[in-house]
């Protein structure tokens, strides 16, 4: 198994730009994560979903779409690039409720 | 995070002590406490945790105790390396989450273990 998969691993956007962060995971997780770190702020989660075709929203998200249209994948959305949004990204899966995380290996995006 | 506070922010042991982090956490109805790993530059790792049924679960030297009355968890590492040198994350559902089924996480303890 390949666990979560994200790509890409670096992106450099400017201000007002779009893009889609990919999240790919082969454990038949139901549920997955979207979680940006920034320095001495922890994780914070953006957006959430427990099955396909069910997605929320998390602490923060403002200025990011998602969807889950198959169990797989979890993509991230964002809309308008701006300098507040560079952070590394963090995309996680879990089997269900009472389960712990696991995280991709994170997309470091900076926005200029 | 918002509802998980953790404490402290920072901590500094020689190697062979204990080191123990607490987090707190404001809805009863929590039932999944995990504990997360991240080493400099890599992603976290989940490295132990409990449900709100047990008090206290042991791995090795890694322990987590849970105090459902003061809502509080800790994470105790005993006779500690230098490998356990890392920035550990608590975490718990948000209140209104309905249960488990989303995490918020504490703002991190950076670990140093001094040889």
């Excluded at chain 1, 956007?13 to 979207?34: F, I, P, R, V």
């Excluded at chain 2, 994350?89 to 991190?108: D, E, T, V, W």
Aim: hydrophobic share 30%; charged share 15%.
């Amino acid at each position: 198994n390949a666990g979560v998969t994200q790509t890409p691993k670096f992106q450099v956007l400017k201000t007002g730009q779009s893009m889609t962060l990919q999240c790919a995971q082969d454990m038949n997780h139901e549920y997955m994560s979207w979680y940006r770190q920034d320095p001495g702020m922890g994780l914070r989660l953006i957006h959430y979903s427990v099955g396909a075709g069910i997605t929320d929203q998390g602490e923060v998200p403002n200025g990011y779409n998602v969807s889950r249209s198959t169990t797989e994948d979890f993509p991230l959305r964002l809309l308008s690039a701006a300098p507040s949004q560079t952070s590394v990204y963090f995309c996680a899966s879990s089997p269900g409720q009472g389960y712990g995380y696991t995280f991709g290996s994170g997309t470091r995006l900076t926005v200029v | 995070g918002e509802n998980v506070e953790q404490h402290p922010s920072t901590l500094s042991v020689q190697e062979g002590d204990s080191a123990v982090i607490k987090c707190t956490y404001s809805d009863s109805a929590s039932n999944y406490f995990p504990w997360y790993k991240q080493e400099l530059g890599k992603r976290p790792q989940l490295i132990i945790d409990i449900r709100s049924n047990v008090g206290e679960k042991k791995d090795q030297r890694i322990a987590v105790t849970l105090n459902k009355t003061a809502k509080h968890f800790s994470l105790h590492i005993t006779e500690t390396q230098p490998e356990d040198s890392a920035v550990y994350f608590c975490a718990a559902p948000p209140p209104g989450s309905g249960g488990y089924n989303k995490l918020i996480f504490g703002a991190g303890t950076r670990l140093a273990v001094h040889p």
